[in-house]
């Protein structure tokens, strides 16, 4: 009784409970304030964010397939558009593009016109170098993670900086060796290579002068 | 009457998280159900192997005299099954019933460690207004 997987993740988002998105916003502005706070380097930050995260995917993972009922990936083609569409679209009411591909088909962005992360966020000169965003990456990288049976390294860089031109970083996904060391009879290892990006439009650096 | 005998919950290594008895006959102490629960993952990921047909994904159904077994495997590979009198209807959807609820009660629980037995007290009332709402009556205990 399998009913068909939706192609977009808008019936998903009406059924499940939502948040407010400033509250939403504001806890995430606290937690990224209090970890720059208690850690102060902003490489341990980008790595806490990305632990935090990462322990988010694993759990959020089995709910993203309990609730949206979509069925095994064919490719990483269908794996990318699925995250955009259905995936983003469930959990943050907002879809991702996929743009980018390389030519072998392993590599890919996923860019997020509209990261509720990111509103009224202007990150200052002292925080440069934070990825404000990595708690996504952490969290892409758990969830892909338990279904594929890989370790993967999944780095990337915000679209920081000045606005449409500059830095849009790249990722590298990298696949586990086959020695698992938890025996379980479970899939191949991903032999693809992953890169995916995420900019928010509204990151911006205060560069102390009047921008109209 | 069908009836549900037992469900076991089996994380991705095969071990053991979850074990509820429903049933009077054929009760099992810990031992026994952790013993049941490695060898059932274990014929699940051979069954997979011998499959005649590609892309097949385990056992889902076992039919034997006296009890039904239906497993549903997610795709992350935790595995769900209930012992179940033979010809009882409508164990799949609520193996998937089930399984929402894992997903709410457990994982959404910051204490839960992954991988490790369930001890959360949400989840036992939430599941068993979850069986008794299916109208699925259990023998008494």
Known sequence: MA?????????????????????????????????????????????????????????????????????????????????????????????????????????????????????????????????????????????????????????????????????????????????????????????????????????????????? | MAAIYSLFIINKSGGLIFYKDYGSAGRMDTNDSLRLASLWHSMHAISQQLSPTTGCSGIELLQADTFDLHCFQSLTGTKIFVVCEPSTLHMEGLLKVIYELYTDYVLKNPFYEMEMPIRCELFDVNLSQAIQKDRVPLLGR
């Open chain 1, 3 to 212: 009913p068909l997987a939706p192609k977009t993740g808008d019936p998903l988002f009406a059924n499940v409970e939502r948040v407010n998105a400033e509250l939403f916003t504001l806890t995430y502005g606290a937690i990224v304030r209090q970890l720059l706070a208690d850690l102060e380097e902003v490489e341990e930050v980008n790595k806490q964010l990305d632990l935090m995260g990462y322990n988010i995917g694993v759990r959020l993972i089995d709910e993203f397939l309990a609730k949206s009922n979509v069925s095994r990936c064919v490719d990483f083609k269908e794996t990318a558009d699925i995250i955009a569409k259905v995936g983003f679209k469930m959990f943050l009411g907002v879809t991702a593009t996929v743009t980018n591909w390389n030519a072998e088909g392993t590599t890919c962005s996923l860019v997020l016109e509209d990261n509720p992360l990111v509103d009224f966020v202007e990150l200052p000169d002292t925080c440069q170098g934070l990825h404000y965003c990595n708690i996504l990456s952490g969290v892409l990288r758990g969830a892909l993670e338990m279904r594929r049976g890989g370790e993967a390294l999944l780095y990337r860089r915000i679209r920081g900086g000045v606005p449409r031109t500059g830095g849009s970083g790249h990722g590298q996904w990298r696949p586990r060796p086959s020695l698992h060391p938890r025996p379980c009879l479970w899939p191949t290892p991903l032999p693809a290579v992953l890169a995916a990006e995420a900019g928010g439009r509204r990151m911006r650096r205060r560069t102390g002068v009047n921008e109209d």
